[in-house]
């Protein structure tokens, strides 16, 4: 079965500074692997998918992962914080069947200070 | 990006009663959709895969009986609530997939049982 743990269930940044939201997956074959955002009392956006192409993936508002088969992990980054940037953050794994059924990590609350 | 609309987004209902929330695909048809439950400040649970035209399969600990999903076209799942107590209050999101593609989420239905 495939699983997905994140680190940190808080994580508190300036703005300005960058950002690290960390995520490691267990999986017996080569995962799709996903960030999603979540901002408070609203549904899923999707950030960045990795799909077995480019280990450095690039997603929206200039956030960005890189898959590491080595360490089993899909950790996200950004340069630079954002005040819009405070969220929940979710790292999922897809189980590799027909179904396409998501595992949600337990999710990062990013805090950023002004 | 495809469309996901979930409603009510918000529902209060009083105990005993039963509550029904839509998910539609509005650009695209969906063989598969997913219901997940979200309690505060805690990641989202898959509740049931949904898949057109067959019955829903249930993940472990779900009462098929209490949560009754019906998936009767390419674009439309609902799920009803049954016999609503406080406990059942929590935030649940539907989404829906495109075969081979991304899940796309709605924006969640706040239900609050009194």
Redesign the interface.
């Known amino acids: 079965a495939q699983s997905v743990t994140q680190l940190d269930s808080h994580v508190s940044v300036s703005e300005g500074t960058p950002v690290l939201l960390r995520c490691n997956y267990s999986s017996s074959y080569s995962p799709s692997l996903?960030w999603?955002v979540q901002h408070p009392?609203?549904?899923?956006?999707?950030l960045l998918?990795y799909t077995s192409a480019a280990t450095l993936v690039k997603g929206i508002n200039g956030f960005e992962a890189e898959f590491k088969k080595s360490e089993t992990s899909f950790h996200l980054t950004k340069p630079s914080a954002h005040m819009s940037d405070a969220a929940e953050y979710?790292c999922v794994v897809s189980e590799m069947d027909s179904?396409?059924?998501?595992?949600?990590?337990?999710?990062t609350?990013l805090l950023v200070r002004p | 990006?495809a469309v996901v609309s979930?409603h009510p987004s918000w529902v209060i209902c009083k105990s005993g009663t039963s509550v029904k929330i839509e998910c539609r695909s509005l650009d695209f048809q969906a063989t598969?959709m997913?219901w997940?439950r979200q309690f505060p400040?805690?990641?989202?649970?898959?509740m049931a895969?949904s898949n057109e035209g067959s019955k829903a399969t249930y993940e472990q600990g779900v009462e098929k009986d209490k949560f009754l999903i019906n998936h009767a076209s390419l674009t439309l799942s609902t799920l009803t609530v049954t016999s609503a107590h406080p406990e059942d209050s929590s935030?649940y999101?539907c989404?829906a997939?495109i075969?081979g593609a991304?899940?796309f989420?709605?924006?969640?239905t706040?239900l609050t049982v009194v």
């Open positions: 996903f999603y009392n609203k549904g899923l956006q999707l998918k979710f179904s396409y059924k998501l595992i949600f990590g337990s999710g609350r | 990006g979930q598969t997913f997940y400040k805690q990641s989202l649970m898959l895969t935030f999101i989404s997939v075969q991304e899940a989420f709605g924006q969640g706040r």
